[in-house]
């Protein structure tokens, strides 16, 4: 089925993401986070029939179901977890607080 125009409209997406990787243009999460974007904006994601009005969905509907279809609440969790983990180590969080706790005890 290549010659639907979906199928092109993704191998478009797929071939802009990987050029911006190769060329890191752009740093690679924000590469993975504009996929969503650029396979709704380029019409990737095919429309389906929104059963009580029997018209097609909408650009905002078939993001939400992209969006829907790739996050969850325990992804959302494990990838805040990972930032939170990042900012303290970054921050050296957990040096602070050992020394503090040190002085006190």
């Known amino acids: ?6 199928a092109q409209r993704c191998l478009g997406v797929l071939v802009a993401t990987v050029g911006l990787w190769l060329s890191e243009a752009v740093p690679f999460f924000a590469t993975a986070l504009l996929v969503p974007v650029l ?3 380029s019409g990737a994601v095919p429309p389906k029939l929104v059963h009580k009005t029997g018209e097609l969905e909408q650009a905002p509907d078939i993001a939400k179901r992209v969006l829907n279809s790739m996050f969850n609440a325990v992804i959302l ?7 939170a983990a990042r900012v303290v180590a970054r921050c050296q969080l957990e040096l602070r607080l050992a020394a503090a706790l040190q002085e006190r005890l």
Do not use: F, T
């Not at 969790?77 to 930032?83: F, Q, W």
């Open 1 to 6: 089925q290549a010659d639907r125009p979906e």
């Open 39 to 41: 396979a709704v904006a």
């Open 77 to 83: 969790l494990v990838l805040s977890s990972l930032v």
